[in-house]
């Protein structure tokens, strides 16, 4: 069994910051991609951000310049640094892994169930 945690919500005030984790653990052979996606009351899901195995990121234009994704690879760890938050980034974040639990396994994609962020203005 493979569980994420997403720790790190809570209320900011706009300008403000907050960084989100999100460990993996269970049975877990190698981790490819790992990312995060939001989504606000009303809408769909979207994606925020991801960083390959390797180490490149790739963000949402909307958050480009402000977030930051990182990983501890030791720690089957994901991380998402939130500087100078917005409203509009509220929303319910959630944290996904490709993962491969032992040899043989097929890669699949892993869902935390979620953090609540909540910036007021």
């Known amino acids: 069994q493979v569980q994420l945690v997403e720790s790190g919500g809570g209320l900011v005030q706009a300008g403000g910051s907050l960084r989100l984790s999100c460990p993996a653990s269970g049975s877990i052979l190698s981790i490819n991609a790992v990312g995060w996606y939001r989504q606000a009351p009303g809408k769909q899901r979207e994606f925020v951000a991801t960083i390959t195995s390797g180490g490149s990121s790739y963000y949402a234009e909307s958050v480009k310049g402000r977030f930051t994704i990182s990983r501890d690879n030791g720690k089957n760890t994901v991380y998402l640094q939130m500087n100078s938050l917005k409203p509009e980034d509220t929303g319910i974040y959630y944290c996904?892994?490709?993962?491969?639990?032992?040899?043989?396994?097929?890669?699949?994609?892993?869902w935390g169930q979620g953090t609540q962020v909540t910036v007021s203005s």
């Open positions: 996904n892994a490709e993962i491969k639990r032992y040899w043989g396994d097929n890669q699949a994609p892993y």
